[in-house]
């Protein structure tokens, strides 16, 4: 069965903690039938409009709610409906209040024509313009969502669940038989189908979106009660190893199968909330992307991640811009950006290029370098060519003792200079990839040790690395953000010059 607009507030929201914003809806021109049809939905439905707007508590914290109810004329938004939703908005973004919408609807109301059919422009920029204040958009897609609600609002969500089996799409089914004459191909409009191809980020019932709703919070906005920030001491010279071990050393150390990689990382975080895809319809699953606390500091981390690599399947354009879509998630939240290299290389095939790898290398690296926001990237693991570079750019840069960052692996440069691979550990060498060269160049602004090996203490290794993050963000949280621009744009005009 359907849920309803309250039954879903009543889930969501903490028991006798919503308060309605609406009004009676506004009067506009309509034929007898049509205002018949009106006063049966609301009799039906027991609502006077397909959405309900206001405000309540989740676990104590004040938010404003949008809810659609399917009940009146199958959730379809005219000018009324349309309406009451950008007052709401606008009321939340007025009162500076994370918005949660859950919409379930047919689309656009058939009655109202063209002029309800335009009513999702002002609705989007109502959205966009309380995104561009800083405030968080939550969306839970419920069955159905199709047609305009789902082209607006619907797909603007900061992050986006669904209900579990629910119907979602632009052009609903019984329209594409009516046109075309035979069935929309199934499984293709259904919330799991969603999810595997990178538009929405999960789908869950309501009662663990209430979850998630109150973990993004505790990111977004902060818990001091209940998750203090942990002070987190800064770099320690003493703590940076004088390692002697071959360059070829590192680089066979860090392709260990059992090194520790971004997983390892996130299961140290707090209030984690998993991403998923660009939200545009691609996802690469040989990179994590999340909402995280670390050590009690806010940010959003993206990654590499080493579980998902392997042999040939390395990451592509999709991944690229997956962490473009981390890139502006940090920007409009106002929080920080981790970024997290580990990687044998960007994929090498025909998808790749005719997708347009190379330009992704190449907006992630002018993204990063004017992102108005705090950035850390650590070096874990393998740093291999443009796919690694392409998430370098920060205000400060981490590695791991043993982590190196290279144009290519050592055996494809030896294989371009020596037309072999067996001069690989000697171009390692004079090429400076590993960690502690790398910091004498300036590319590296700090190293955490390995003893000796990370894959020998995963877990000591992963607490060390996010304690140096946490402390850096720390730092970073502390400047204007004009000033880390500036320096940013700066850091690589002498790098290298004598």
């Not at 740093?383 to 690694?388: C, D, E, R, Y």
Request: include cysteine; glycine fraction near 10%.
């Amino acid at each position: 069965m359907k849920i309803s607009a309250r039954e879903l507030l009543d889930e969501l929201l903490d028991p006798g903690s919503f308060v309605s914003w609406d009004r009676a809806p506004a009067e506009i021109p309509a034929t007898a039938r049509y205002r018949a049809e009106l006063r049966a939905a609301a009799v039906r439905a027991g609502t006077d409009e397909s959405v309900l707007t206001g405000e309540g508590r989740l676990r104590g914290r004040r938010i404003a709610v949008i809810a659609c109810e399917f009940g009146f004329l199958a959730g379809s938004i005219g000018v009324a409906a349309a309406e009451r939703i950008v007052s709401a908005v606008e009321r939340a973004t007025e009162l500076g209040l994370p918005l949660v919408a859950s919409p379930t609807s047919g689309g656009t109301r058939m009655q109202e024509g063209t002029v309800a059919f335009v009513q999702m422009v002002k609705v989007a920029g109502a959205v966009a313009a309380h995104k561009s204040a800083g405030h968080p958009y939550l969306v839970y897609l419920r069955d159905p969502t199709m047609g305009g609600v789902f082209a607006s609002w619907g797909s603007l969500g900061h992050m986006t669940f669904a209900e579990p089996g629910a119907l979602i799409g632009f052009l609903g089914p019984r329209v594409y038989r009516a046109l075309y004459g035979r069935d929309f191909p199934e499984g293709v409009q259904t919330a799991e189908n969603l999810y595997r191809s990178g538009v929405i980020d999960g789908v869950v019932p309501v009662r663990v979106f209430r979850r998630i709703v109150h973990r993004v919070l505790n990111v977004v906005i902060g818990d001091p009660v209940h998750s203090p920030v942990v002070d987190v001491p800064g770099p320690d010279a003493a703590a940076v190893p004088d390692d002697r071990r071959a360059v070829w050393d590192s680089v066979l150390i860090s392709r260990r199968p059992d090194r520790p990689g971004i997983r390892e990382l996130l299961r140290r975080a707090t209030d984690r909330v998993p991403l998923s895809g660009t939200g545009q319809g691609e996802a690469d699953r040989t990179v994590v992307h999340a909402l995280a606390r670390l050590r009690g500091r806010e940010c959003v981390i993206f990654g590499h991640d080493r579980a998902g690599q392997t042999g040939e399947n390395t990451m592509g354009p999709a991944a690229l811009r997956e962490a473009r879509r981390s890139m502006q998630l940090a920007a409009e939240l106002r929080l920080p950006l981790v970024l997290v290299i580990d990687t044998a290389g960007a994929a090498l095939s025909r998808e790749a290029e005719e997708r347009g790898l190379a330009p992704e290398i190449a907006r992630c690296l002018a993204d990063l370098v004017t992102l108005d926001t705090p950035t850390v990237s650590v070096l874990l693991g393998q740093g291999s060519g443009g796919g690694a570079l392409a998430l370098l750019p920060a205000d400060r840069v981490l590695a791991a003792a043993h982590a190196w960052l290279a144009p290519l692996p050592p055996e494809g440069a030896s294989a371009i200079v020596f037309r072999d691979t067996g001069h690989a550990p000697e171009l390692a060498a004079a090429q400076r990839i590993r960690a502690a060269e790398l910091l004498a160049d300036g590319v590296v602004d700090r190293i955490v040790p390995e003893f000796p090996d990370a894959a020998d203490e995963p877990t000591a290794f992963a607490r060390r690395m996010v304690d140096a993050i946490a402390g850096e963000l720390a730092e970073l949280r502390s400047r204007p953000s004009e000033q880390l621009r500036a320096v940013r744009r700066l850091r690589y005009r002498r790098l290298g010059l004598p």
